[in-house]
């Protein structure tokens, strides 16, 4: 199994341009998270997803869109992005929510935001 | 609002010497405590976990104890190897299921 995998691995925008980062995993893992993470913060959660079909709004929302079509998949999308979203980002997931307690995380996204 | 927090950010110690990583958190009804380890440039990676119903719990040269009275959590490392520096979190859930994370502690192993 590759894991969680997340790509790009970097990212150079311009304010107000849009993207997406993929977050894919291959283990049938029904929960899947992105969280930013800012030095000196740790880890904040932007949106979660219980399963194909479903998502919710974590801790730092805004600004960020997220799909769960498939079990697989789960993208972040920016909008228009700011300065302010300058972060690594990570994608996380587990088999379901009663084991969350042992997450496997993707190796990251690093955005800057000019 | 609920935190977890740490009490130190960085922490230096000799090869060979034991580690102690501490946590304070602040709800006193979660229900798992989470450590995990990051090395540079990875995402986290789970090392151990400890249910509220539990003191003390062993892993491999990693041991992590839970005291609810003060609500201090610790991760101890036996015999810390270069290899084992990193940021280390912590992390608790409550009945929610989402876990919230510390802000880490970076460790340095010097050899």
């Known amino acids: 199994n590759a894991g969680v995998t997340q790509t790009p691995k970097f990212q150079v925008l311009k304010t107000g341009q849009s993207m997406t980062l993929q977050c894919a995993q291959d283990m049938n893992h029904e929960y899947m998270s992105w969280y930013r993470q800012d030095p000196g913060m740790g880890l904040r959660l932007i949106h979660y997803s219980v399963g194909a079909g479903i998502t919710d709004q974590g801790e730092v929302p805004n600004g960020y869109n997220v799909s769960r079509s498939t079990t697989e998949d789960f993208p972040l999308r920016l909008l228009s992005a700011a300065p302010s979203q300058t972060s690594v980002y990570f994608c996380?997931?587990?088999?379901?929510?009663?084991?969350?307690?042992?997450?496997?995380f993707g190796s990251g996204t690093q955005l800057s935001v000019l | 609002g609920e935190s977890v927090g740490l009490h130190l950010p960085t922490l230096s110690v000799q090869e060979g010497d034991n580690s102690i990583i501490n946590c304070a958190y602040s709800n006193s009804a979660s229900d798992y405590f989470i450590w995990y380890k990051q090395e540079s440039g990875k995402g986290p990676q789970f090392i151990i976990d400890i249910r509220s119903n539990m003191d003390k719990r062993q892993g491999q040269r990693v041991t992590v104890l839970l005291n609810k009275t003060v609500k201090h959590l610790s991760l101890q490392i036996a015999a810390t190897q270069p290899g084992d520096s990193a940021v280390y979190f912590c992390?608790?859930?409550?009945?929610?299921?989402?876990?919230?994370f510390g802000r880490g502690t970076s460790l340095i192993v010097h050899p």
């Open positions: 992390a608790e859930i409550t009945g929610s299921y989402i876990p919230t």
């Open positions: 996380a997931s587990s088999k379901d929510t009663a084991t969350n307690e042992k997450l496997f």
